[in-house]
């Protein structure tokens, strides 16, 4: 079966950095995409950085400059580098692929920024 786990959620303070992880397991061949999104408390999920099977980024204007996107296709697995990171990065946040006409999703990490 195919599942995502991500993982390197914790508490940093502001202006700390975070990495975070997902790793797709299962039968798994030739990835469409991977992404990042976020849930705040009482907010809707929020599109963050998604990065394609040929190496194609695209980030929200939320986190452009500050979180980098990058894959390891060997691995089936994305990351999310978070750089100066704010009060307001605090969330669940989740990871998604895009394989064979369906859409996957981890069951997310919280990212804590204190201030």
């Known amino acids: 079966q195919v599942r995502l786990m991500e993982s390197g959620g914790g508490l940093v303070q502001t202006g700390g950095s975070l990495r975070l992880s997902c790793a797709a397991s299962g039968s798994i061949f030739s990835i469409n995409a991977m992404g990042w999104y976020r849930q705040a408390p009482g907010k809707p999920r929020e599109f963050l950085a998604r990065?394609?099977?040929?190496?194609?980024?695209n980030y929200a204007g939320s986190v452009k400059g500050r979180f980098t996107i990058s894959r390891d296709n060997a691995k089936n697995t994305v990351y999310l580098q978070m750089n100066s990171l704010k009060p307001e990065d605090t969330a669940v946040y989740y990871c998604n692929m895009e394989y064979v006409n369906s859409y996957y999703w981890g069951q997310g990490t919280q990212v804590t920024v204190s201030s």
């Open positions: 990065i394609t099977g040929r190496g194609s980024t």
